[in-house]
């Protein structure tokens, strides 16, 4: 029997605070309800924003509980637009911080999967490690995985989801860059700017119509990135896309270095498993 299931990805400015963050967020969620959206992927700690100059304390000032403020507005908003939010946060569990992922659902209910793979900034912020194994989450029927940034690093990953009957990913990621490498949209005028944004477009933009068996060797996926600056120094490029079990692009938001470029948004598709 043909499964369908319609995801979206969105991209959010999530520099700003936590009801900045939240108001930017139910936008695109509204905004996915009305065109029928039933699985909605935001980026990696979009809630609490990703600052690769994280610390300890950083970390701890911002970090909450699953059932913590923060989730569980989004799991109302799940419920009030009656589909599931994936998004980011910083997860404080007994005295262990995790960089986890908020699975929201319109029933009410809610889980997360935590990061295995984590990046030196994020060792240096003192936190702690998911587990390797991933979570399966069902939606209409559809096996399900999130692999969290550099998860999608781990040892053997394909075949493993593969021996869980996963049949799709979920991919959330920061996103990268430094403010002071980025453009204005006159710097475009320029012969330096333009050259500077070719230089860069390759890593936020995928040309490919189809892409290869080694990125999708099972299944295709849904990934979102972060946006804006957040902090002092970071500012990330943003960048979304949904690929399909064939591996065909069937949307993609670019991403960008030019600042007045940086605009919340969301793309969908439905998916035929």
């Given at each position: ?261 940086m605009q919340d948004q969301m793309i969908h598709a439905q998916l035929n498993f």
């Open positions: 029997m043909t499964r369908t299931l319609h995801v979206a990805a969105a991209q959010i400015h999530a520099g700003g605070g936590t009801e900045d963050t939240l108001r930017r967020l139910e936008h695109q969620v509204a905004s996915a309800a009305a065109v029928g959206v039933e699985v909605i992927l935001f980026s990696e700690c979009v809630l609490h924003g990703y600052d690769y100059d994280m610390t300890r304390k950083s970390v701890r000032s911002l970090a909450e509980p699953m059932n913590g403020p923060t989730c569980s507005r989004v799991v109302k908003l799940a419920r009030r637009h009656k589909l599931a939010i994936l998004a980011g946060f910083f997860e404080h569990d007994r005295d262990a911080i995790y960089n986890s992922h908020l699975v929201a659902r319109p029933d009410g209910s809610r889980a997360v999967q935590r990061k295995h793979v984590l990046t030196p900034g994020e060792l240096k912020a003192k936190l702690t490690r998911g587990p390797m194994e991933r979570t399966v989450f069902t939606f209409n029927g559809v096996r399900t995985a999130i692999t969290i940034c550099a998860d999608g690093g781990i040892e053997g990953l394909h075949d493993r989801l593969h021996k869980q009957g996963v049949t799709y990913r979920f991919c959330p990621t920061g996103g990268g860059g430094k403010i002071a490498d980025y453009l204005h949209e006159a710097d475009l005028q320029t012969p330096a700017g333009r050259k500077q944004y070719e230089k860069n477009r390759p890593r936020v933009f995928n040309t490919n119509a189809i892409l290869n068996k080694t990125k999708c060797p099972y299944t295709g996926f849904t990934s979102a990135n972060a946006l804006g600056p957040v902090g002092r120094q970071t500012c990330h490029q943003g960048h979304c896309m949904i690929v399909d079990n064939d591996r065909v692009m069937r949307a993609q938001i670019p991403g960008t270095i030019v600042l007045e470029h």
